[in-house]
């Protein structure tokens, strides 16, 4: 049987009836089919504009579009969404000329019938065919305060298995029929367990929509372990003193210094919606953010500090650029909070104040 993606309505993951096989619209014409990367900003590259923040090269905007109208959209105004994104952009050839050029919105990564949080670009392209992109995180439905996203881990040929529950009964099981996407972050809402399978809900807390819970929870995917059946480890430096969890995660009052080399688990794990990877050998979890960090973008320009009164160097770091800062922030001397960024060892020091990221 062919794979296909499943297509419920929006009234499906707003209201979770019971699922109904209707195509949600997009807007065909903002699709942009060809993605190019342009990380330096250069005087010949599309300047695109929004709420009178100007952008001249590739970046994340995720940290500026939060709390916005564009942050999170219900899948019934997905037209809407994007058109209203698309109007709320202009941009220009380059900084040097100011013709105006089109401006394109991409929402193809997103399944509207799914709630989760999904990936948009925003991007200009002039006739030099110099193109400039922004992407950010929009989340979709109005699943509430309550959920817990995690990342659907594939399954067979990329895929994760959907299924419907209704009277704590699986009336949907057959794979090939609907499939989600691996890799796509889900909204979750707790587990049921039917025939000593356990599985997640999505969508919504009344959803009859599940997937299996090892597809979250670090059991997939499956070339995670040998052929011999062993986990596959990788070994990462910890950028950040954390603390270790079990797997339910509780703190065990263990510490792990930071600069040190762990052997790890090659899948990541959630738990109670965080990621976590097991040190191997042991039964304890360290948050992914004290070791692989989180890509903040920075809202003004900032320097680079070793102490609280001593900058690393003399590099500054622009207003726009994608910084990967290490775990929580750390309060100097000064009463300054700061973060810890890429680059750092324990002999060279690299910090910078969290202010510039808010």
Known sequence: MKKRVISLTAITLLAVSPIIATAIPVLAVDVTSQITTNTIASSESPVLTYN????DHDQDITDIMANTK???????????FTQNLKSAFSAVASSKDSTKVNVSVYTGGINWNIAGKYPVEVSATNK????TKLTFTVIVGNQGKDA???????????????????????VHDSYG?????????VATFGTVEINGISYTRLNGPDSDLFIETKSVDGTYPESATNEDGQAKTVTKTLMHTAIAYNSDGHSTGKKYYAYRQLTLSA??????GSMYYNVQGTGDYIKVGNIDGTKRTLTRNAYIYATSKRRADRTLLRKGDTITTYG????????????RIEGATSTNKRYVKVVNFE
């Not at 817990?148 to 699986?170: E, F």
């Not at 029929?177 to 972050?185: D, E, I, M, N, P």
């Not at 899948?267 to 109670?272: A, E, F, H, Q, R």
Request: proline share 3%.
């Open 177 to 185: 029929a609907f499939v989600l996407h691996g890799g796509t972050t």
């Open 267 to 272: 899948v990541k794990k959630n738990i109670k």
């Open 128 to 131: 030099a065919g110099k193109m």
């Open 328 to 339: 929580g922030s750390y309060k100097f001397k000064n009463g300054k909070r700061y973060y």
């Open 148 to 170: 817990q996203y995690a990342v659907a881990q594939p399954q067979i040929k990329g895929n994760v298995t959907l299924y419907t529950i209704r009277d704590n009964k699986v």
């Open 52 to 55: 009178g923040k100007t952008f």
């Open 70 to 80: 564009f942050s999170q959209v219900i899948p019934a105004d997905n037209i809407k």
